[in-house]
């Protein structure tokens, strides 16, 4: 009879359905036991789609009955319901409607690309809307946006944001030159970022989005846990290896009781500016796909174009440089899909009103 370490090993050739990576590595195999009538495998699902379970557990009997087993049970777990928590009093900020994070498990997915655009796209759309750029060591908004002015203090001691393409920007990149390093401790780091929070002169805005630091870490657990927030939005790529990161970035907002309000997809696909072909460079739909596994909105795919890099280089954004472009349009649905849903959050957890 098979070791229960041998028949894990086993087990990490089986692809869960539909992505390269193997069931092991998603986490299916809650135990594994060995007697001698037989084997027992038990599965903690992440999905509930019935077609996908069957194929895994006929794929786990296969494998095991391979191994020389007579008898292979394969016992499916329920789902834990989630863990209902005390819900967390967050002070809300005056005169701001929504607070909306733009998160991403791991960097260079483009995220700050996206909450810049998806910032202004909101404006557009008729919105009163303000960007905080949560980055405190790798600030990018301020380039992005052409910004070089430092913000001003009012009579109690309170920041003015700049203003720019008509929305309100607050960075740490505004307080520091451009190549001198924020060194800071965590603590420090904490107390910048609620400050911008509390100690900067919003106004009145519909919406707040903040541009996270990439990862779960500290800084991003203090921000959404200090922020009165209406839910998050979470950043991918279309291969796997960023997709395990969407998982990341769902389970912290989980652990603050903050709804995810969809998953976008960067770099979808790459087009060609000469002639217009369509190439899948990392795959394509893995975020939808992610999106279903979760339960949770795909607000879009934005693919991966030179001119939506050029313009966040030379400070004008596509969507203010060519608010016709392909890609600017393709903003413009991912902000009315995510008005919706703050719209869906909203009337399913009523939020007062502060003034």
Not at 122 to 127: D, I
Not at 151 to 165: T, V, Y
Not at 171 to 182: A, H, I
Not at 305 to 324: L, N, S, Y
């Amino acid at each position: 009879m098979p070791t229960p370490q041998e028949i894990l090993e086993e087990l990490k050739k089986i692809k869960y359905p539909g992505y390269s990576r193997d069931i092991v590595s998603f986490g299916l195999i809650k135990d594994i036991e060995v007697a001698s009538a037989g084997v027992t495998v038990t599965l903690a699902p992440t999905t509930a789609n019935p077609e996908v379970l069957q194929e895994i557990r006929r794929a786990v009997a296969a494998t095991v009955t391979a191994m020389g087993v007579a008898m292979v049970e394969v016992a499916v777990t329920a789902p834990e319901p989630p863990q209902r928590q005390a819900p967390q009093v967050r002070p809300g900020i005056p005169g701001i409607q929504h607070i909306v994070a733009v998160a991403s498990g791991k960097g260079g997915v483009g995220k700050s690309t996206v909450a810049v655009n998806l910032a202004l796209a909101l404006h557009q759309l008729g919105r009163r809307v303000g960007l905080l750029d949560a980055d405190v060591y790798g600030p990018s908004v301020p380039l992005m946006l052409g910004l070089t002015d430092r913000p001003r203090s009012s009579d109690d001691k309170r920041i003015i944001p700049l203003e720019k393409f008509g929305i309100k920007v607050i960075s740490m990149g505004l307080f520091v030159e451009e190549r001198t390093p924020v060194i800071w401790r965590g603590p420090m780091v904490n107390k910048l970022l609620t400050q911008f929070l509390r100690e900067v002169e919003w106004g009145e805005l519909d919406v707040l989005v903040l541009d996270l630091p990439p990862g779960t870490g500290d800084a991003q657990l203090t921000i959404v846990q200090q922020a009165p927030l209406s839910g998050g939005v979470i950043v991918t790529t279309p291969q796997d290896v960023a997709l395990l990161d969407v998982k990341r970035g769902v389970t912290m907002f989980q652990q603050v009781n903050a709804p995810v309000l969809g998953v976008i997809e960067n770099m979808s696909f790459h087009v060609c500016p000469d002639c217009g072909d369509r190439a899948e460079l990392f795959g394509h739909g893995g975020g939808q796909r992610m999106a279903q596994e979760f339960n949770i909105a795909f607000l879009g795919e934005i693919p991966l174009v030179r001119e939506i890099r050029e313009h966040c280089d030379t400070g004008e954004p596509i969507v203010v440089a060519e608010p016709q472009h392909p890609q600017s349009r393709a903003f413009s649905d991912i902000a009315q899909r995510l008005l919706a849903q703050l719209d869906a959050t909203r009337d399913a957890t009523p939020l007062p009103t502060i003034h």
